[in-house]
C-alpha cells in the first residue's frame, strides 16, 4: 500500500511519531509533507477554484506536489497536534484549498477507493475537535474509509511520554493497521457518502456553476455512473 502522510506542524512530535508508526506498519515506504514548511499558503477566497478552475489558483503549483501524492496514496494520513482545541493553522489552511474538492463541487474519483486516517495528540484535552476539523474534509473528498485516532499523551515532547503510554498507542495502533488492511480488497464507500453523492448528483443535473456541471456531467455521474464502480 502506498501512504501519504500530511503533518499538521514542521516539528516531529508525538503526533508526527505516532503517524509514522502507523505507516510503517502499513507500508515499507511512506511519503510525508510537514506543514507550514511544504505547504504554507493562505486560501485567498477569491473562489478562482470554484467558479473556474484549481489550475487558475495562485497557489496551485505549490500545492500540486501534495495533491499528486494524495492521489497516488492509498492511505492518506492527516496528522495535527491539538492548537486550541483544534488543529493546527497549517492544516486548516492546507485543507481550505481543497474546498473546490468536496463533493459539492468537482469530487476526485480516486478518493473513493482510499482509506484516511486523522491522528491527533495533546498533552490533556481537545482531540475530538482537532480530529473532526480533518475529517471533515476526508469525508466530504468521498474518501470510503475514515479512522479516527486520537490520545492525551500527558507531555508537551514525545521523548517525555511515558514507556506504558508508548506500550498503550504501539498495541492500539497495531490494532489500527490491522483494520486498514482487512478493508483492502474489500472497500467501498459508506452508505452515508453513497447517500450524500445521491444528492449531489440530482443538484448538479442544474449545477451551482458552469465548471461544476461541466465535471459532473462528463463524468456521467448525473446519469448511472458511480466513481466507486468500475
Known amino acids: 500500500m502506498k501512504v501519504t502522510i500530511i503533518h499538521g506542524q514542521s516539528h516531529s512530535g508525538s503526533t508526527c511519531n505516532i503517524?509514522?508508526?502507523?505507516a510503517k506498519k502499513l507500508s515499507s515506504e511512506y511519503e510525508e509533507f510537514f506543514l507550514p514548511r511544504?505547504?504554507?499558503?493562505?486560501?485567498?477566497?477569491?473562489?478562482?477554484?470554484?467558479?473556474?478552475?484549481?489550475?487558475?489558483?495562485?497557489?496551485?503549483?505549490?500545492?500540486?506536489?501534495?495533491?499528486?501524492?494524495?492521489?497516488?496514496?492509498?492511505?492518506?494520513i492527516l496528522a495535527s497536534p491539538v492548537y486550541v482545541y483544534h488543529s493546527t493553522g497549517a492544516m486548516k489552511a492546507f485543507l481550505d484549498h481543497y474546498?473546490?474538492?468536496?463533493?459539492?463541487?468537482?469530487?476526485?474519483?480516486?478518493?473513493?477507493?482510499?482509506?484516511?486516517?486523522?491522528?491527533?495528540?495533546?498533552?490533556?484535552?481537545?482531540?475530538?475537535?482537532?480530529?473532526k476539523d480533518m475529517a471533515d474534509s476526508a469525508f466530504f473528498w468521498g474518501i470510503a474509509k475514515t479512522y479516527k485516532y486520537g490520545i492525551a499523551v500527558r507531555?508537551?515532547?514525545?521523548?517525555?511520554?511515558?514507556?506504558?503510554?508508548?506500550?498503550?498507542?504501539?498495541?492500539?495502533?497495531?490494532?489500527?493497521?490491522?483494520?486498514?488492511?482487512?478493508?483492502e480488497k474489500n472497500l467501498k464507500p459508506s452508505l452515508k457518502t453513497k447517500f450524500f453523492f445521491s444528492i449531489?448528483?440530482?443538484?448538479?443535473?442544474?449545477?451551482?456553476?458552469?465548471?461544476d456541471k461541466k465535471y459532473w456531467k462528463a463524468k456521467g455521474?448525473?446519469?448511472n455512473k458511480r466513481p466507486w464502480k468500475k
Not at 38 to 65: A, I, R, V
Not at 202 to 211: L, P, S, T, V, W
Request: hydrophobic share 35%; glycine share 4%; charged share 30%.
Open 99 to 131: 474546498g473546490w474538492r468536496w463533493m459539492v463541487h468537482r469530487p476526485e474519483e480516486k478518493m473513493f477507493s482510499k482509506q484516511a486516517v486523522c491522528i491527533s495528540t495533546a498533552a490533556g484535552a481537545g482531540m475530538n475537535s482537532a480530529i
Open 155 to 183: 507531555e508537551v515532547s514525545w521523548e517525555n511520554v511515558s514507556s506504558k503510554r508508548k506500550n498503550k498507542i504501539e498495541k492500539d495502533i497495531e490494532t489500527l493497521a490491522k483494520k486498514i488492511t482487512s478493508k
Open 38 to 76: 511544504d505547504f504554507g499558503e493562505f486560501c485567498l477566497g477569491c473562489c478562482t477554484c470554484f467558479e473556474e478552475s484549481e489550475t487558475k489558483c495562485p497557489h496551485y503549483e505549490k500545492l500540486l506536489p501534495l495533491t499528486n501524492s494524495i492521489d497516488n496514496a492509498d492511505i492518506v
Open 221 to 223: 455521474w448525473t446519469e
Open 19 to 22: 503517524a509514522r508508526i502507523l
Open 200 to 211: 449531489m448528483c440530482k443538484m448538479q443535473k442544474n449545477g451551482f456553476n458552469e465548471a
